[in-house]
């Protein structure tokens, strides 16, 4: 593959007024290969590490219903090896593939049969296709048999051990609604080797041991809803959004079982092309050193037709919604949310400032009213605090008792007026801002967490969006948070959760 | 039709394949590692009261982290409840010659991270602020640390954050549980294991009763001196200018000796017994293990490389094999070697999954503890631990100046010098499979384990 160009971007913060003295400075360096592979590089020659990273554009928003999670479990299967990482025998074990896909197939059609057919459909996971024909059992016993021939075939652990056996650390993967991502912090000599089985990974993964991964998919799905706040959220994402797929949770008990080879092959050749992928590496290395390389193993690839993009919008709001959640579990809360704009939007940074300034100004603003509760402004929706498409800003209040819960509601909103009518304290707004400063500067400094936020840049908008996210982000004034507040925070955009114990009512 | 778009499919596989570089991990050429461990001198201060502070530089952004390291933890306390009152104060209180308020502002004031951990055997200070801040931030930090608050308020903090239910701790199987978790089964197989010994006690509200300023101020200034002190200091800082700063704030400081390091009494051995704790939740948690004895430095590497091929965490794994991997039982089952400084630690293995699964998922755990015992790990096992911990996990612990700084100074209040971290690399690479089998022999008793499950069985 002809190498392009070499783009050398600096993106030094040119200062504004207000924050003269605050800089954001992203030395990173850009090449777009022919076949519209991204690579990113920050360059560090003082360390002998590399933390690289591997960004696809595409997730949970990618998925159709009855399905989620299947992006996720894509990231599972992605650790299962390919012909050449994990086989003793890949003719042998090819052909074991073709007749289990063969006999998928023919499983999907009787499933389909029986789905057809199906005339009861019960609210309480009554439906009757969940019961089974000698057919179905004879093809799933049979898909069993062949996988275990597989697994005689199978070296186990193929895409993680020689990464550990070479001193690769961080060796994680995360599926969110827009990204699945790989990493990985190695020695900055041996980047041949994350390349390597990179390449190889978003080219030829081989989907081994189907059916007892996607029970680790339901065990991990179990590490959430053990936490009774997790079914609170996922009812609260639900009232805010009524088609975009960003409120789904990561597959309900329904969907795991739904998952089948085909579908998943399906998300994998769609998304995983070089045109769709982005590399970013932080560390040792130099941009000049890494295109031959990155060249070398990722070159052959040739450019795919653009992957579909998620279409979904949410209709425009129409009224305030409302939930009602008994819980003896969970502490009295408040949680009020309105939808926002997503990453790209001129908005959106302005949006941090103002869940950090109002953070404590409602806090006291409760105290004064006599409640002492522990306000929460957060923008996470599933795992995730930042979107590329519009999203939630969620306040949560956990109260001392249920008995004040209206009460709280009213001086919340109460509140949130007074600040359109008189802006907040400046002062308040300075320490808002150095506080998202810090944490910026937090994440900056440890190149794992730099390089997740490059990515996720990308993937939610563009990479170089993330240095002008930041600028805006400091320049924000009281009289933005004012206007987000009368433009944003309006009652029909706004979903109101109450929990309350299992017995009795707010008085 | 479907048959041939799939033959279709791995044929397209296939060529990909050939055009693309596939060369074998093993034979793609990487490079022997040429990592070295950063010396410790060119780090050090060392200040004629004893005090010993590890400085470094990264100046990638604005931010500096100070952490001071003190050898007295929860087993360090005569009068019980003085070490988690001084913590306690030291988080949420500051310096006695201000006031918790204005402490608190001032921390809020420098967007600051701060936090006070209270080990078994140690104590962590850590305080993370703005380069703009940092004079102000080092004289804060120096007065919580050297003036801190010891009075009746503070205890009755601390007292408040003790919980009041005093029953089931340590206690036999039985006891119900609302929320089952991972940290919840540790917690009580530590009640279980260390159950009248040093390590396990906690203090009850009984104790706080008791307690008075005078015990907590006893504690304090017996463990609070120069000599049982490390610091670390990084971030975006001049390091002579550090350097003349740490003498400016610690030089001062009356030098003293540290008390004689504590010698706890060994544990008794345990015979081999399960626990249960019903909890209605959607997975259970086990927890397995005994107590691990002081691991002298000679054992120290084949213990570490036979639990990295056991049960390293999260890792490939021969636990992850037959838990995971093959059969979809769980996220994770991994080995936990935790030391104790002044005594016996614990050697647990842990995981979690559907209850369904649950005593499967111990029996092939149970099954591969066996196997590590009776035979030999395979060269490449054996390979791919070396490898992972000389070039990974240790080179981590030098990644750049805060890990560096941290890590020495760790060490050298642990045990007075740098000899371990020399020589870790060496050590590592000269063991052998029979060192592996030897220590997976010596450390781990399956006869002595107590079986910790939290759940539905």
Same mark, same amino acid.
Request: net charge negative; glycine share 6%; hydrophobic share 40%.
């Given at each position: 593959?002809r190498?392009?160009?070499?783009?050398?971007?600096?993106?030094?913060?040119l200062?504004t007024?207000v924050?003269?003295?605050?800089?954001?400075?992203?030395?990173?360096?850009?090449?777009?290969?022919?076949?519209?592979?991204?690579?990113?590089?920050? #360059?560090?020659?003082?360390?002998?590490?590399?933390?690289?990273?591997i960004?696809?554009?595409?997730?949970?928003?990618?998925?159709?219903?009855?399905?989620?999670?299947?992006?996720?479990?894509?990231?599972?299967?992605?650790?299962?090896?390919?012909?050449?990482?994990?086989?003793?025998?890949?003719?042998? #074990?090819?052909?074991?593939h073709?007749?289990?896909?063969?006999?998928?197939?023919?499983?999907?059609?009787?499933?389909?049969?029986?789905?057809n057919?199906?005339?009861?459909?019960?609210?309480?996971?009554?439906?009757?296709?969940?019961?089974?024909?000698?057919?179905?059992?004879?093809?799933r016993?049979?898909?069993?048999?062949?996988?275990s021939?597989?697994?005689?075939?199978?070296?186990?652990?193929?895409?993680?051990?020689?990464?550990?056996?070479?001193?690769?650390?961080?060796?994680?993967?995360?599926t969110?609604?827009?990204?699945?991502k790989?990493?990985?912090?190695?020695?900055?000599?041996?980047?041949d080797?994350?390349?390597?089985?990179?390449?190889?990974?978003?080219?030829?993964?081989?989907?081994?041991?189907?059916?007892?991964?996607?029970?680790?998919?339901?065990?991990?799905?179990?590490?959430?809803?053990?936490?009774?706040? %997790?079914?609170?959220?996922e009812?609260m994402?639900?009232?805010?959004?009524?088609?975009?797929? +960003?409120?789904?949770p990561?597959?309900?008990?329904?969907?795991?079982?739904?998952?089948?080879?085909?579908?998943?092959?399906?998300?994998?050749?769609?998304?995983?092309?070089p045109?769709?992928t982005?590399?970013?590496?932080?560390?040792? +290395?130099?941009?000049?050193?890494?295109?031959?390389?990155?060249?070398?193993?990722?070159?052959?690839?040739?450019?795919?037709?653009?992957p579909?993009?998620?279409?979904?919008?949410?209709?425009?709001p129409?009224?305030?919604?409302?939930?009602?959640?008994?819980?003896?579990?969970?502490?009295?809360r +408040?949680?009020?949310?309105?939808?926002?704009?997503?990453v790209?939007?001129?908005?959106?940074?302005?949006f941090?400032?103002?869940?950090?300034?109002l953070?404590?100004?409602?806090?006291?603003?409760?105290?004064?009213?006599?409640?002492?509760?522990?306000v929460?402004i957060?923008?996470?929706?599933?795992?995730?605090?930042?979107?590329?498409?519009?999203?939630?800003?969620?306040f949560?209040?956990?109260?001392?008792?249920?008995?004040?819960?209206?009460?709280?509601e009213?001086?919340?909103?109460?509140?949130?007026?007074?600040a359109?009518?008189?802006?907040?304290?400046?002062?308040?707004?300075d320490?808002?801002?150095?506080q998202?400063r810090?944490?910026?500067?937090?994440?900056?400094?440890?190149p794992?967490a730099?390089?997740?936020?490059?990515?996720?840049f990308e +993937?939610m908008?563009?990479?170089r969006?993330?240095?002008?996210?930041?600028?805006?982000?400091?320049a924000?004034?009281a009289?933005?948070v %004012?206007?987000?507040?009368?433009?944003y925070?309006?009652?029909?955009?706004? %979903?109101?959760?109450?929990?309350?114990?299992?017995t009795?009512?707010?008085? | 039709?479907i048959?041939?778009?799939?033959?279709?499919? $791995?044929m397209?596989?296939?060529?990909?394949?050939?055009?693309?570089? !596939?060369?074998?991990?093993?034979? !793609?050429?990487?490079?022997?590692?040429?990592?070295?461990?950063?010396?410790?001198?060119d &780090?050090?201060?060392?200040?004629?009261?004893g005090?010993?502070?590890?400085v470094?530089?990264?100046?990638?952004?604005?931010?500096?982290?100070?952490?001071a390291?003190?050898?007295?933890?929860?087993?360090?306390?005569?009068?019980?409840?003085?070490?988690?009152?001084?913590?306690?104060?030291?988080?949420?209180?500051?310096?006695?010659? =201000?006031?918790?308020?204005? &402490?608190?502002?001032?921390?809020?004031?420098?967007?600051?991270?701060?936090?006070?951990?209270?080990?078994?055997?140690?104590?962590?200070?850590?305080?993370?602020?703005?380069?703009?801040?940092?004079?102000?931030?080092?004289?804060?930090?120096?007065?919580?640390?050297?003036n801190?608050?010891?009075?009746q308020?503070?205890?009755?903090?601390?007292?408040?954050?003790?919980?009041?239910?005093?029953?089931?701790?340590?206690?036999e199987s039985?006891?119900?549980? *609302?929320?089952?978790?991972?940290?919840?089964?540790?917690?009580?197989f530590?009640?279980?294991?260390?159950s009248k010994?040093?390590y396990?006690?906690?203090?009850?509200?009984?104790?706080?009763?008791?307690? =008075?300023p005078?015990?907590?101020s006893r504690?304090?200034?017996?463990?609070?001196?120069?000599g049982?002190?490390?610091?670390?200091i990084?971030?975006d800082?001049?390091?002579?200018?550090m350097?003349?700063?740490?003498?400016?704030h610690?030089?001062?400081?009356p030098?003293?000796?540290?008390?004689?390091?504590k010698?706890?009494?060994?544990?008794?051995?345990?015979?081999?017994?399960r626990?249960e704790?019903?909890?209605?939740?959607?997975?259970?948690?086990?927890?397995?293990?005994?107590?691990?004895?002081q691991v002298?430095?000679?054992?120290?590497?084949?213990?570490?490389?036979?639990?990295?091929?056991?049960?390293?965490?999260?890792?490939?794994?021969?636990?992850?094999?037959?838990t995971?991997?093959l059969?979809?039982?769980t996220?994770?089952?991994?080995?936990?070697?935790?030391?104790?400084?002044?005594?016996?630690?614990?050697?647990?293995?842990?995981?979690y =999954?559907?209850?369904?699964?649950i005593?499967?998922?111990?029996?092939?755990m149970?099954?591969?503890?066996?196997?590590?015992?009776?035979?030999?790990v395979?060269?490449?096992? $054996?390979?791919?631990?070396k490898?992972? !911990?000389?070039?990974?996990?240790?080179?981590?612990? *030098?990644?750049?100046?805060?890990?560096?700084t941290?890590?020495?100074? !760790?060490?050298? $209040?642990?045990?007075?010098?740098h000899?371990?971290?020399?020589?870790?690399?060496?050590?590592?690479?000269?063991?052998?499979?029979?060192?592996?089998?030897e220590?997976?022999r010596? *450390?781990?008793?399956?006869?002595?384990?107590?079986?910790?499950?939290?759940?539905?069985?």
């Amino acid at each position: 593959m002809r190498i392009k160009i070499v783009a050398t971007v600096w993106l030094a913060l040119l200062a504004t007024a207000v924050s003269a003295q605050h800089t954001f400075e992203l030395p990173i360096r850009e090449h777009v290969f022919d076949n519209g592979l991204r690579l990113l590089v920050i #360059e560090r020659p003082e360390t002998s590490r590399v933390v690289a990273k591997i960004f696809t554009d595409m997730g949970a928003l990618n998925e159709t219903p009855g399905q989620f999670g299947a992006a996720h479990f894509l990231e599972h299967l992605m650790f299962k090896g390919t012909p050449t990482l994990g086989s003793r025998d890949w003719e042998r #074990e090819r052909q074991l593939h073709e007749e289990i896909q063969l006999a998928e197939d023919t499983l999907e059609e009787a499933l389909n049969r029986e789905r057809n057919a199906l005339q009861q459909r019960g609210v309480f996971h009554e439906y009757q296709h969940e019961l089974t024909t000698t057919e179905i059992e004879e093809l799933r016993a049979l898909i069993a048999t062949l996988n275990s021939q597989v697994l005689e075939l199978n070296d186990e652990g193929p895409m993680k051990k020689w990464y550990q056996a070479y001193g690769g650390t961080r060796l994680t993967a995360t599926t969110e609604q827009e990204y699945m991502k790989f990493d990985l912090d190695l020695p900055a000599n041996r980047i041949d080797l994350f390349l390597r089985v990179e390449a190889d990974r978003m080219q030829n993964s081989v989907f081994r041991n189907f059916d007892a991964e996607r029970m680790v998919l339901v065990e991990q799905r179990y590490g959430d809803l053990n936490r009774p706040v %997790s079914s609170f959220r996922e009812a609260m994402n639900s009232l805010v959004g009524r088609s975009s797929m +960003v409120y789904v949770p990561e597959g309900y008990t329904n969907d795991f079982n739904q998952y089948t080879r085909r579908y998943e092959q399906a998300l994998y050749e769609n998304y995983f092309v070089p045109n769709n992928t982005t590399l970013i590496l932080i560390g040792g +290395v130099t941009l000049e050193a890494m295109i031959p390389k990155v060249d070398e193993f990722f070159g052959h690839m040739t450019r795919a037709p653009e992957p579909p993009r998620y279409q979904g919008r949410e209709p425009l709001p129409s009224a305030e919604k409302r939930l009602l959640w008994r819980s003896d579990e969970l502490p009295p809360r +408040v949680e009020i949310r309105y939808q926002i704009p997503g990453v790209g939007h001129p908005d959106r940074p302005q949006f941090e400032v103002l869940a950090a300034a109002l953070q404590p100004y409602l806090t006291a603003e409760l105290e004064s009213a006599g409640i002492v509760a522990k306000v929460d402004i957060n923008t996470r929706v599933v795992h995730t605090s930042r979107f590329g498409v519009p999203a939630s800003i969620n306040f949560e209040i956990d109260l001392p008792s249920a008995s004040v819960a209206t009460r709280a509601e009213d001086v919340v909103l109460a509140a949130l007026a007074a600040a359109v009518a008189k802006p907040l304290q400046r002062e308040a707004i300075d320490m808002a801002r150095k506080q998202l400063r810090s944490d910026w500067y937090r994440t900056a400094a440890d190149p794992n967490a730099l390089a997740f936020e490059i990515g996720h840049f990308e +993937v939610m908008d563009s990479w170089r969006t993330l240095v002008p996210y930041l600028q805006a982000r400091d320049a924000t004034r009281a009289a933005d948070v %004012s206007r987000l507040i009368a433009k944003y925070f309006v009652p029909i955009n706004r %979903s109101v959760g109450v929990i309350l114990p299992e017995t009795g009512e707010a008085s | 039709m479907i048959g041939r778009i799939t033959l279709l499919f $791995l044929m397209a596989i296939a060529t990909a394949a050939g055009a693309q570089n !596939l060369t074998h991990p093993l034979k !793609l050429g990487l490079p022997e590692s040429d990592f070295v461990r950063p010396d410790p001198l060119d &780090f050090e201060v060392a200040l004629d009261n004893g005090l010993i502070a590890y400085v470094g530089r990264a100046g990638q952004v604005p931010l500096v982290t100070m952490s001071a390291f003190i050898r007295a933890g929860k087993a360090n306390d005569e009068a019980e409840g003085s070490a988690e009152v001084l913590a306690h104060a030291m988080q949420t209180m500051g310096p006695a010659s =201000s006031t918790p308020a204005a &402490f608190r502002d001032q921390l809020r004031g420098m967007t600051a991270e701060y936090k006070v951990d209270l080990h078994d055997d140690w104590m962590e200070v850590t305080l993370n602020v703005p380069a703009e801040d940092l004079e102000a931030a080092l004289t804060l930090f120096r007065e919580t640390l050297f003036n801190p608050v010891m009075s009746q308020a503070a205890i009755d903090g601390a007292r408040d954050k003790t919980p009041a239910d005093e029953s089931d701790l340590g206690a036999e199987s039985g006891a119900a549980l *609302y929320e089952g978790s991972m940290s919840l089964a540790v917690e009580r197989f530590e009640d279980i294991l260390f159950s009248k010994h040093p390590y396990g006690r906690k203090p009850r509200l009984t104790d706080f009763a008791a307690l =008075s300023p005078d015990d907590v101020s006893r504690f304090y200034e017996t463990h609070f001196v120069p000599g049982n002190i490390t610091l670390a200091i990084a971030g975006d800082i001049d390091e002579s200018t550090m350097r003349g700063s740490i003498d400016e704030h610690f030089a001062d400081l009356p030098a003293a000796e540290a008390p004689p390091a504590k010698r706890l009494p060994a544990i008794g051995a345990l015979r081999k017994k399960r626990h249960e704790f019903p909890a209605e939740k959607l997975q259970s948690w086990l927890v397995f293990g005994h107590e691990l004895p002081q691991v002298p430095l000679a054992d120290e590497a084949a213990l570490e490389v036979m639990n990295y091929i056991l049960a390293g965490g999260h890792l490939y794994t021969r636990m992850t094999v037959v838990t995971r991997y093959l059969y979809g039982y769980t996220n994770d089952a991994s080995g936990f070697l935790e030391d104790r400084w002044s005594g016996s630690g614990t050697y647990t293995f842990r995981s979690y =999954s559907r209850p369904e699964v649950i005593e499967a998922t111990y029996e092939n755990m149970m099954t591969e503890i066996a196997r590590v015992r009776a035979e030999k790990v395979t060269d490449e096992e $054996l390979f791919i631990a070396k490898g992972a !911990l000389t070039d990974g996990t240790f080179q981590v612990r *030098y990644l750049d100046a805060y890990a560096a700084t941290r890590d020495f100074a !760790l060490e050298q $209040l642990r045990y007075g010098d740098h000899t371990r971290s020399a020589s870790y690399i060496e050590r590592i690479r000269a063991l052998t499979a029979e060192d592996v089998l030897e220590a997976a022999r010596k *450390y781990i008793q399956p006869e002595r384990m107590q079986v910790v499950l939290v759940g539905r069985e």
